[in-house]
C-alpha cells in the first residue's frame, strides 16, 4: 500500500494543519499569510512525495536504499554488526531529495538496532558513528549479509524505520524515511563491484550502487 501513496502518511500530520491554516488565512484574507501558508503547504507535499520508480530486476545487482548525493564509496572495517570488511557507500539526503528509504535488495530482516545519538550535519563523517541512526541487517536469498543505516542529521529529528526482525522485504520495496534532511550508510559485502562515485547523484530503488559477482 506504501508504494501507491503519492504522497508518505507520515507528511499527513504536517500537511493537514498547514492547508487547514492556509484556508483560514484566505478566509481572513490575510493575503500574505495564505501566500505563505500555500508555499508551506507545497513543500510539505514536495518533501514528502512519493515517486514511482522502476526498479531493476537484474540478478546481483544493488541497489541504492536512498535518493541523494554519493558522498562516500570506499572500504572499510565494519565492527559494530557485520564485523568484517566491507564496502561502504554513504548517501546524503538535502532538503530537496525524496526522503523515503528503500531496500537495496531482496531478504530477511535478521537485526534491527536503534542507537540515540547526536544531531552532527548529516554530511560529516563523524555523523556514521555519534548521530542517532536505526541500523538494519539483511541476509539475501543467496545468504550474503547487507547492512544499511539510516542516520538522522541536523535538521532531520525523526527516523521511521517499517520492517522487525524475520521480515521479508523486496528489492525496491519502501522500509522507511528520515524527515528533513538526512544520509543512509550502506555496507556491502567486498567482492561487490562498485557502480557509483563521490558526487553522483542517486535515486532510491532505481539507481544501482553495485554488482555482486
Request: hydrophobic content about 45%; overall charge positive.
Given at each position: 500500500?506504501?508504494?501507491?501513496?503519492?504522497?508518505?502518511?507520515?507528511?499527513?500530520?504536517?500537511?493537514?494543519?498547514?492547508?487547514?491554516?492556509?484556508?483560514?488565512?484566505?478566509?481572513?484574507?490575510?493575503?500574505?499569510?495564505?501566500?505563505?501558508?500555500?508555499?508551506?503547504?507545497?513543500?510539505?507535499?514536495?518533501?514528502?512525495?512519493?515517486?514511482?520508480?522502476?526498479?531493476?530486476?537484474?540478478?546481483?545487482?544493488?541497489?541504492?536504499?536512498?535518493?541523494?548525493?554519493?558522498?562516500?564509496?570506499g572500504?572499510?572495517?565494519?565492527?559494530?554488526?557485520?564485523?568484517?570488511n566491507?564496502?561502504?557507500?554513504?548517501?546524503?539526503?538535502?532538503?530537496?531529495?525524496?526522503?523515503?528509504?528503500?531496500?537495496?535488495?531482496?531478504?530477511?530482516?535478521?537485526?534491527?538496532?536503534?542507537?540515540?545519538g547526536?544531531?552532527?550535519?548529516?554530511?560529516?563523517?563523524?555523523?556514521?558513528?555519534?548521530?542517532?541512526?536505526?541500523?538494519?541487517?539483511?541476509?539475501?536469498?543467496?545468504?550474503?549479509?547487507?547492512?544499511?543505516i539510516?542516520?538522522?542529521?541536523?535538521?532531520?529529528?525523526?527516523?521511521?524505520?517499517?520492517?522487525?526482525?524475520?521480515?521479508?522485504?523486496?528489492?525496491?520495496?519502501?522500509?522507511?524515511?528520515?524527515?528533513?534532511?538526512?544520509?543512509?550508510?550502506?555496507?556491502?559485502?567486498?567482492?561487490?563491484?562498485?557502480?557509483?562515485?563521490?558526487?553522483?547523484?542517486?535515486?532510491?530503488?532505481?539507481?544501482?550502487?553495485?554488482y555482486?559477482?
Open positions: 500500500m506504501r508504494e501507491r501513496w503519492p504522497i508518505a502518511k507520515e507528511g499527513f500530520p504536517f500537511l493537514i494543519p498547514a492547508f487547514l491554516l492556509t484556508l483560514f488565512f484566505m478566509g481572513m484574507s490575510w493575503m500574505l499569510l495564505t501566500v505563505l501558508g500555500m508555499l508551506l503547504t507545497l513543500f510539505i507535499a514536495y518533501f514528502f512525495r512519493n515517486p514511482r520508480r522502476n526498479i531493476p530486476n537484474e540478478a546481483h545487482t544493488i541497489l541504492s536504499p536512498a535518493d541523494g548525493k554519493v558522498i562516500h564509496v572500504e572499510c572495517m565494519e565492527d559494530r554488526f557485520l564485523k568484517e566491507a564496502l561502504k557507500v554513504s548517501i546524503f539526503m538535502s532538503l530537496f531529495d525524496v526522503h523515503i528509504n528503500r531496500s537495496p535488495a531482496s531478504g530477511k530482516v535478521i537485526e534491527r538496532v536503534h542507537h540515540p547526536r544531531f552532527l550535519v548529516a554530511s560529516r563523517e563523524k555523523a556514521s558513528l555519534l548521530n542517532e541512526q536505526n541500523a538494519l541487517t539483511l541476509e539475501t536469498e543467496d545468504r550474503f549479509k547487507i547492512l544499511f539510516q542516520i538522522a542529521g541536523y535538521v532531520a529529528r525523526r527516523i521511521v524505520c517499517y520492517p522487525k526482525p524475520g521480515d521479508l522485504l523486496k528489492k525496491g520495496q519502501i522500509f522507511g524515511l528520515i524527515r528533513f534532511g538526512s544520509r543512509v550508510d550502506l555496507y556491502l559485502p567486498v567482492d561487490v563491484e562498485p557502480a557509483v562515485q563521490v558526487g553522483q547523484h542517486v535515486k532510491g530503488g532505481e539507481s544501482v550502487i553495485g555482486r559477482r
